[in-house]
């Protein structure tokens, strides 16, 4: 076991865990942030995205030894209260079906709109290649442009 | 007298449990209702619904969630008899509890079928009380009375009360026995657009899933499991899996270890750690053997067919042309995005359940079995499902989750890797179907005979399936191959397999009799009407969503560099017709867009109608272009998403354009319906762009 001391949603946090933990079953199982979904634990689904800084990095192949003092954002802290603009455009174009992939397509999408706020259907193509085995892809697509135009803040 | 009361108290022991401790409800509540008062009397006619003197209006969904939208479009239906604003309604997951809601399983795309009246009565009760109530309190007649919004109001004098204001009295007023349910005109919920209720904890990573599930004391517990079927376990060595830190215990049920530990990577680890001997218990099978024992089946004949009307081989035997084909799909693998899991607590011959089940009722009985306690004693809390797709038709995840919890004397909850579910299934069985057409000397369709395959499975192919009804000399052999690689029902069982080759192959025989895909289809249709023993669809439908598909995607009017392919199928009592626009580059798919037409009676929420056509059609042609799953000696090969590939944004099409043909008939199943003609109307338009057929699934990223 040992001592780390993440930055995680703005706020910090110790835990207590063995160094090769991936950083995914720290959040679920350490810290109940249970809001980032483990659907492979080999980096293929995305289900376990997370913003490292400002990227998306699959939680479930980053062990917790290797996060150190970057900034870790979770869906749990993407926004105060949920209004985040990819958040609030995933609900208009009412993407979910079971829901269960979408924390990690969301963050995918923001961090996306971080490198290129006006996305084309080829950096969509790119960028989001967290699996969706409801196949919502067609909402995901338009969720993202929907939140690309209200612009602003990502 | 019926109850139509309840005390808050019960309510929230009631939702409490639903929410598995999670206290969902009574957050929810809480939050709506500053201060709780725990004996305040609720009024609740049935269990579907709570409205307090407040006037907030608690609406049970009593189906579990996969993803089908069931959790929305029930609620909805109470909420338009009720006459509610939608917008002001809390929905909860209603617990298990037959005795109140009746068959609460998710399958066969039943659930907003089956409650289709029972819902709207339940909503159109609690009205009509209320109206009763209100009518009494101003001693005016109830017919002056009329709903909107939550409110009573009284039409001559404009007096109004709100719905929480009637409660007390509504309480105490004889349960109705018959009601009259709305006009479909007046529908001011059912047919809309509503969000999937539960969105905004989606969005924002609300414990929602029975694998957030967190209970004090629990330990978080993996198992190992044979590694191939055919294997069982002869001894294991947990010696060193018990100094990995974390781990608390190990324990052996049946041909599986567990390891419980108080993390999820300790288990893990601990798991990996484990010494394990498994010996052969039957035959250890590959695909290929299965493929040679198929090569073979196609073509014996059935000593009994399944579906027989005059002589086909008599018609192939006479006929001036006679088309054949042969057509193979794989397995498949389940594989809902969130991996197999249960919570159980077992102690003092009760069990504490929490976890995805499509089948509440037959899991408490097999939990209540495999434990030997009787069933009351069994409590079962429903989650959302993250996908199910007919895995969780079976309850193997619960019993083992309740077994290892009652061996090792602790509240687990048991987690599979994405490796254990791929190898640990029931899977989408392999099929092969070998087709064969007599065209006549009018060139017309005069005999067809199938000899269908598949592994495991009971119902190889649907032996009234059109064109069986249009053709005078049919025959339908089905033939199961045995097998210790266990099958079951996979989203559109049997369908999504059977609707690919008879598509395509119906596609085939136009082409050869130089017809048009569409209007060949409506000319067999038409020929139903006086038809060779029975038929089991509505050709009027049927028709309906040919045309409409043609229709909307300018059928028969060239794109230049882009090329059509048509299927149309019925299953659960709708029909889809759909049409895929795709171009072909140096062997490279690209999928521009696809039009599906769809009756379904009622459409209830018309989001979520349209979300699971989208979904059906990219789950069918995802798997029909990536998805196979093959064995080794007993083993599966692609056991996690690197080998064992699904669809991605890349190759889904960026528009599927769905149109419902208008209708105020009962709701039928809309879950499954759009799946199984995906894969041949795009498999015929790619013959359209290369002049290639595609007889064998998946086709691969790359087409020869
Ligand atoms: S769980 Fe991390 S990518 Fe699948
Ligand atoms: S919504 Fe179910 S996996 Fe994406």
Redesign the pocket.
């Known amino acids: 076991m040992a001592s780390f001391n993440l930055q995680i949603n703005n706020r910090q946090y110790t835990v207590d865990v063995e160094p090769d933990t991936p950083l ?1 079953w720290v959040l679920r199982d350490e810290l109940n942030l249970v809001g980032t ?12 995205t997370v913003l490292m800084n400002d990227n998306a990095v ?4 980053l062990p917790v030894s290797a996060v150190g003092n970057n900034k870790i954002t979770t869906i749990e802290g993407l926004s105060e209260n949920g209004d985040h603009p990819v958040q609030q455009a995933w609900d208009e174009a009412d993407v979910p079906q079971c829901g269960y992939c979408q924390s990690g397509q969301i963050l995918s999408a923001v961090a996306l709109l971080k490198r290129k706020p006006q996305p084309t259907d080829e950096d969509i193509n790119a960028a989001m290649t967290n699996i969706c085995r409801c196949g919502t892809y067609i909402r995901i697509r338009k969720a993202i442009h929907l939140a690309a135009q209200k612009g602003g803040k990502v | 007298m019926k109850q139509a009361s309840l005390s808050r108290r019960n309510f929230l022991r009631v939702t409490t449990l639903a929410g598995g401790g999670m206290m969902l409800g009574f957050e929810m509540l809480a939050k709506a209702l500053p201060e709780t008062v725990a004996d305040e009397v609720l009024f609740s006619p049935n269990a579907y619904l709570v409205i307090d003197p407040k006037g907030i209006v608690t609406l049970m969904a009593p189906n579990p969630e996969i993803g089908q939208g069931v959790k929305t479009a029930l609620p909805m239906l109470l909420a338009e008899e009720l006459d509610v604003d939608w917008q002001k309604v809390v929905v909860q997951q209603a617990p298990f509890d037959d005795s109140k809601f009746g068959n609460q399983s998710a399958g066969g795309s039943g659930a907003v079928r089956g409650r289709w009246e029972s819902a709207r009565k339940a909503g159109a009760v609690a009205r009509q009380m209320l109206v009763t109530a209100a009518a009494q309190t101003w001693s005016v007649p109830e017919s002056e009375c009329y709903t909107e919004n939550g409110f009573v109001i009284h039409k001559p004098s404009g007096k109004k009360l709100h719905y929480g204001q009637l409660t007390e009295k509504a309480a105490l007023l004889p349960v109705p026995e018959d009601v009259k349910l709305k006009d479909p005109k007046d529908f001011t919920i059912i047919g809309k657009r509503v969000r999937n209720v539960d969105n905004k904890a989606i969005i924002t990573g609300k414990p929602l899933f029975g694998i957030d599930t967190r209970r004090e004391g629990m330990l978080f517990t993996m198992v190992k499991r044979p590694p191939a079927f055919g294997k069982k376990l002869k001894s294991y060595d947990d010696s060193a899996t018990l100094k990995v830190p974390g781990v608390k215990k190990v324990v052996r049920w049946k041909d599986v270890v567990a390891v419980l530990a108080t993390s999820t990577w300790a288990a893990k680890k601990g798991r990996d750690a484990l010494k394990t001997e498994w010996e052969d218990a039957g035959p250890l099978e590959s695909t290929p053997d299965h493929d040679a024992a198929f090569r073979k089946l196609i073509y014996t004949e059935a000593e009994k067919p399944v579906r027989e009307d005059g002589d086909a081989k008599k018609a192939l035997a006479n006929a001036k042309k006679v088309l054949e084909s042969v057509y193979e799909v794989p397995v498949l693998s389940h594989a809902p995005m969130e991996p197999i899991n249960f919570f159980a607590d077992v102690r003092d011959g009760k069990a504490e359940l929490y976890g995805p089940t499509q089948v509440p009722g037959r899991c408490r009985t097999d939990v209540a079995k495999a434990l030997g306690i009787p069933e009351e004693n069994v409590t079962l809390g429903l989650p959302r499902h993250g996908g199910a797709f007919g895995r969780k038709l079976r309850s193997d995840n619960a019993v083992e989750a309740a077994m290892i919890s009652s061996i090792a004397q602790a509240p687990v909850q048991l987690l599979w890797t994405r490796e254990d579910d791929m190898q640990g299934d029931f899977y989408r069985p392999s099929s092969v179907f070998r087709y064969r057409a007599a065209i006549d000397e009018n060139n017309e369709v005069n005999g067809w005979y199938l000899i269908a395959a598949a592994l495991n499975s009971g119902r190889p192919s649907i032996a009234d399936n059109f064109p069986a009804g249009v053709i005078p000399n049919y025959r339908n052999d089905a033939h199961n191959l045995q097998s210790n690689i266990p099958t079951g029902p996979w989203r559109a069982p049997t369908h999504n397999a059977v609707a690919f080759a008879e598509q395509c192959f119906l596609d085939e025989i136009a082409y050869e009799l130089k017809k048009d895909p569409v209007a060949f289809r409506l000319e067999l249709l038409e020929k139903a009407k006086t038809p060779y023993g029975n038929i089991n669809f509505n050709i009027p439908r049927f028709r309906s969503v040919i045309e409409l598909a043609a229709k909307m995607s300018n059928w028969g009017v060239q794109t230049p560099g882009r090329y059509k392919g048509f299927a149309a199928y019925f299953s659960f009592h709708t029909y889809v017709a759909e049409v895929a626009e795709v171009s072909v580059e140096k062997g490279k798919l690209k999928v521009h867009k696809i039009y599906a037409a769809v009756h379904c009676g009622q459409v209830v929420n018309l989001s979520g109608a349209e979300n699971q056509v989208q979904g059906g059609i990219l789950d069918g042609l995802g798997h029909a272009w990536h998805s196979a799953l093959t064995f080794d000696k007993g083993a599966v090969k692609e056991n996690n998403f690197h080998t064992y590939k699904l669809m991605r944004m890349d190759d889904a099409p960026p528009e599927v354009e769905v149109q419902f043909v208008p209708s105020n008939d009962p709701p039928t199943g809309l879950g499954e319906p759009a799946l199984p003609p995906a894969p041949a109307a795009v498999c015929n338009a790619i013959f359209a762009a290369t002049g290639k057929r595609i007889r064998k699934l998946p086709f691969g990223p790359e087409l020869a």
């Not at chain 1, 979904?37 to 376990?48: E, S, T």
């Not at chain 1, 699959?58 to 192949?61: F, H, K, N, W």
């Open positions: 995914l979904k483990y659907g492979c634990g080999i980096a293929q689904c995305g289900a376990c699959r939680s479930c192949s």
